[in-house]
């Protein structure tokens, strides 16, 4: 998932490395890894609780597997949006970290030089990653033992790449499936204010789907579906109402 802003100005920047020719950098204490941290303390807590026969230790080990695949997921959607970007010769400016997460930087993410075939390959790397992702969990989830840990680890995986796959195709602007959506009608001869006309017919119609699928999850007590479906109900609607840019 993209995002237009930069490093913040009259603050020292610190590049760790590069990933595909761009820049991997943090600012200030933005890379102590809260997320990872967060992440590993509650699948650990879980574990205790599932397998209170365990060592502390096999506890931790678990808890810290399902971080790697839940977490890793975002990080290997960023980095296919960069390998996709470097590929088409259109590379993303940098890769800031966030409390242990990347953030990928544009400082024109819409500048004329760039085709609409091009914005629509760069966006379509990350979710097209974990459709991959989602499809190989599928296959480990078959031939792992029933309740066992290696398909506890997967189940996160599957969710994980699931959630990513689908919320990030929303035709939200901040999310992939907005620049897909823009500019594959730009692409198909429409004008650029009726391609946004159409983004936010769209999120508007999505917006209350999303909002109507919150209803039926709640009625069947799925309270992490309708959180999720909520949210993302929230945001398409935002977008077709005026309360974002489309």
């Not at 970290?97 to 379509?124: C, N, W």
């Not at 459709?131 to 398909?151: C, D, G």
């Not at 983004?199 to 309708?226: C, D, M, Y």
Request: charged fraction near 15%; proline fraction near 7%.
């Amino acid at each position: 998932m993209d995002s237009p802003f930069l490093f913040k100005p009259g603050k020292p920047i610190v590049t760790v490395g590069c990933i595909f020719g761009t820049p991997l950098a943090f600012q200030g204490f933005n890379w102590l890894p809260l997320n990872q941290v967060l992440a590993w303390t509650l699948f650990t807590r879980q574990a205790m609780k599932d397998h209170a026969d365990w060592t502390r230790w096999r506890h931790l080990l678990l808890g810290g597997l399902k971080m790697i695949v839940l977490l890793g997921s975002e990080w290997c959607h960023n980095i296919a949006h960069v390998a996709v970007a470097r590929g088409i010769g259109q590379p993303v400016d940098g890769i800031r970290i966030i409390a242990g997460m990347p953030v990928l930087l544009y400082k024109e993410p819409e500048h004329p030089s760039i085709a609409p075939r091009q914005h629509i390959l760069r966006s379509l790397g990350g979710p097209l990653c974990n459709a991959v992702l989602l499809l190989v969990s599928k296959v480990f989830q078959q031939i792992t033992p029933p309740e066992s840990p290696a398909r506890e680890v997967m189940n996160v995986a599957s969710g994980m790449n699931t959630f990513i796959t689908f919320a990030s195709l929303t035709p939200v602007p901040e999310f992939d499936g907005g620049p897909i959506l823009k500019w594959s009608l730009i692409s198909h001869g429409y004008s650029p204010e009726r391609a946004s006309q159409v983004s936010i017919r769209a999120n508007r119609l999505i917006g209350f789907g999303l909002l109507g699928a919150t209803a039926v999850s709640i009625k069947n007590h799925s309270w992490l579906l309708a959180l999720i479906y909520s949210f993302l109900g929230v945001l398409s609607l935002a977008t077709g109402y005026g309360r974002t840019k489309a």
